[in-house]
């Protein structure tokens, strides 16, 4: 169902208007919702909804008050999801016949879908596909046909099977096979076993190639122009991954992904910004957030298309770029019942004072001054608070030793 969904133009789902059919279809254990958040997903940019089983209905046939409820429904939930705002509701049935090829019989079983144009589509389901505009064919960019299965024909060869995604393919192409680096002539093209001088966007199609086996290509892999813009295996890129239900993802998630044909497993090296299509409903406006090396989060906004922050590799400032060494320190939380030795905490915190930048020393000045401290530390009454905060300095201390390192490197 992925593959085949992922290569369609257009989605028409089935909804039972019969008694308990609508509300078995759309409860928890049904699979209406899914089905439309999975065409949505998967890039199915026009939906078609036909309510069937209209002559099963109740408390007559043919009733338009159940079809107005299906209708509004199914309205509020793609509303929610803020998906296909544009869908199309058609009453049919499939038993009688009604409203699927001719309107004749329709406009006698449904009179109130004909004459009502204001409110109703008043179409077939053959006269609303005829009528829908097919998506622009990218044409003009390099070819990409991902590979939906690999073939061996006797008397033939290697024949791979896929759908064109963008590009033209045209026998005598040198075909370049991606993420395995094969090349290949196409000595022919066929579409539904019709030979075809070209191929070109949404045409599935299958095509006979020289010179490699069914071990060389596997499905999932991306046919290309040898000669034009061939593509290659990449290491990371940047995506958008819509998630249907799933609540603990996070960085250096690994999960199993479907691009196209391909089913591998991906590694989200960093979550850029999450979105909720319910609250958010354009990307013109996106906050995203990242944890820099401190351990502070770093919330900023994005515009509509979202570049990275052009100091993304963090590099170190020219007042950290120090070629003393720095002495070492165990970088072990101490618990806050353990006690500190008042002269090691004062040298290790001389130390990490030295190595701070000054916007570090300002906020230490600034962290004094509230607490009122003295040269012999916090004014506390007991020892425990007192082997307390001499704990936490010395905790600060191997956290400033631990970033000055890590600003030298």
């Keep these: 169902m992925i593959t085949g969904t992922s290569q369609a133009d257009l989605a028409m789902i089935m909804i039972a208007s019969n008694a308990g059919g609508f509300e078995a279809g759309w409860a928890v254990e049904g699979s209406t919702k899914e089905h439309m958040i999975l065409s949505n997903t998967l890039g199915v940019k026009k939906l078609i909804v036909c309510c069937n089983k209209m002559d099963a209905t109740t408390p007559k046939a043919f009733c338009e008050k159940r079809f107005n409820e299906i209708r509004d429904e199914v309205k509020l939930f793609l509303k929610k999801q803020c998906i296909y705002k544009k869908a199309k509701f058609l009453p049919i049935s499939g038993w009688t016949g009604t409203n699927l090829i001719d309107d004749e019989l329709a406009k006698k079983d449904i009179p109130w879908y004909y004459t009502n144009k204001k409110k109703y589509i008043a179409l077939t389901i053959v006269q609303m596909l005829d009528k829908t505009k097919p998506p622009k064919r990218p044409t ?3 070819l990409r046909l991902p590979l939906q299965d690999v073939y061996k024909i006797q ?22 096979f991606a993420p395995v680096g094969k090349t290949a002539e196409v000595k022919s093209v066929e579409m539904h076993h019709e ?9 599935n199609v299958g095509f006979n190639i020289k010179g490699l086996s069914i071990k060389d ?26 998630v249907l239900n799933h609540n ?3 960085d250096n998630y690994t999960p199993v992904l479907d691009c196209h044909t391909a089913h591998i497993a991906c590694k989200f090296n960093t979550i850029v910004c999450k979105v909720n299509p319910a609250t958010v409903p354009s990307a013109t406006s996106v906050t995203w957030s990242r944890r820099s ?22 590099r170190p400032s020219p007042t950290t770029r120090r070629s003393a060494a720095l002495p070492s320190a165990t970088c072990a939380r101490p618990s806050p019942s353990a006690s500190c030795s008042p002269a090691t905490s004062s040298t290790t915190t001389a130390a990490a004072a030295r190595s701070a930048s000054p ?19 916090p004014r506390t009454s007991s ?7 001499q704990a936490r300095g010395g905790w600060h201390a191997c956290a400033s030793l631990l970033a000055g390192k890590m600003r030298l490197l």
């Design 140 to 142: 003009d960019k390099p």
């Design 155 to 176: 008397g033939i060869g290697t024949v791979p099977v896929g759908r064109v995604e963008t590009g033209i393919i045209k026998p005598g192409m040198i075909a370049s």
């Design 195 to 203: 030979s075809l001088d070209q191929a070109e966007p949404g045409d």
């Design 217 to 242: 290509i596997n499905r999932g892999n991306v046919a290309s122009n040898h000669k034009d813009k061939p593509c290659d295996q990449v290491r990371r890129f940047l995506a958008q991954v819509i």
């Design 248 to 250: 603990m993802i996070q």
């Design 293 to 314: 090396r401190s351990g502070s989060r770093r919330t900023r906004r994005a515009a509509s298309s979202w570049c990275p922050p052009r100091r993304w590799p963090w």
């Design 359 to 377: 916007q570090e020393r300002t906020r230490r000045r600034r962290r004094s001054s509230r607490t009122k401290t003295t040269s012999t530390g």
């Design 383 to 389: 020892r425990s608070s007192k082997c307390g905060a």
